[in-house]
């Protein structure tokens, strides 16, 4: 009798809560319990709760055909701030992360197949801005960088899996910037040089990993100077060298 009673119970509960989802008021706005079915898959699109046109709490959407959950997102604050996990197909874990107004802000993190985090990015205003790094599965940072207004700014290093530097120097409004230098493992210069907005300039120095004797280029707006151009910038260079120590 128990269970019969637990049973009806329960369908009485689908039966309600059928009989009242996706309802609107008199202007036309949604409220209460939603579910979004896909016409040409019969598929939930997604479910959640409205009030006054509004997302209210925990929403579940779904990839389209398929009982797969894409993201559950807890809305806040009448919709305007909203925090988001998002999964892969086989509902593996793939972001986690805040927005608001729409737009991914403060910071998310993204994790491999695994569940295993790879990268931490901070956005403001759907724009990435601040720190960004990503990581070794073991957790060892592998890069990090500035952002600001959505570009790189500023310093970047990036380094092998035992925490030892594998490049640095810096950007500005999106492009290298600035002396540059990269790394053999162990510390070792593996080619080190300046850029200017994103242009080589001056001199670059690249050494061979057998500590044969380094190779130099030179460039100027962009363009690297012809081994003629190369040797007569060298000889210039020295000859003003020579002149300034007699004086």
Same mark, same amino acid.
């Given at each position: 009798? /128990? =269970?019969? &009673? @637990?049973?009806? &119970? &329960? !369908?009485?509960?689908v039966y309600i809560l059928a009989q009242n989802k996706n309802q609107v008021d008199a202007k036309g706005q949604k409220q209460g319990y939603w579910e979004k079915t896909d016409l040409a898959t019969n598929k939930l699109t997604y479910k959640g709760t409205f009030k006054n046109d509004k997302p209210q709490g925990l929403f579940t959407y779904y990839y389209k055909g398929c009982d797969s959950t894409h993201s559950k997102v807890d809305f806040r604050q009448d919709g305007k701030v909203a925090y988001a996990t998002l999964y892969n197909i086989d509902g593996t874990k793939q972001a986690k992360g805040k927005y608001i107004q729409e737009k991914k802000d403060s910071i998310w993190n993204f994790y491999d197949a695994k569940g295993v985090l790879i990268s931490s990015e901070n956005y403001i205003g759907g724009k990435k801005d601040g720190v960004s790094k990503v990581f070794y599965e073991? %957790? @060892?940072?592998? #890069? #990090? /960088? $500035?952002? =600001? $207004? %959505? !570009?790189e700014e500023g310093a970047f290093k990036s380094y092998y899996s035992d925490k030892t530097i594998k490049s640095e120097g810096s950007y500005f409004n999106g492009q290298f910037n600035g002396k540059c230098t990269w790394y053999y493992p162990g510390k070792t210069i593996a080619a080190q040089g300046f850029y200017e907005n994103g242009l080589k300039k001056g001199v670059w120095i690249y050494n061979s990993s057998d500590g044969k004797k380094p190779t130099k280029e030179v460039w100027e707006k962009g363009k690297q100077l012809s081994d003629k151009e190369t040797e007569e910038y060298f000889k210039k260079k020295q000859e003003e060298k020579a002149t300034s120590q007699k004086k």
């Open positions: 009798m /128990k =269970k019969t &009673f @637990v049973t009806f &119970f &329960f !369908l009485c509960s073991n %957790g @060892v940072v592998s #890069e #990090e /960088k $500035n952002y =600001k $207004n %959505g !570009l």
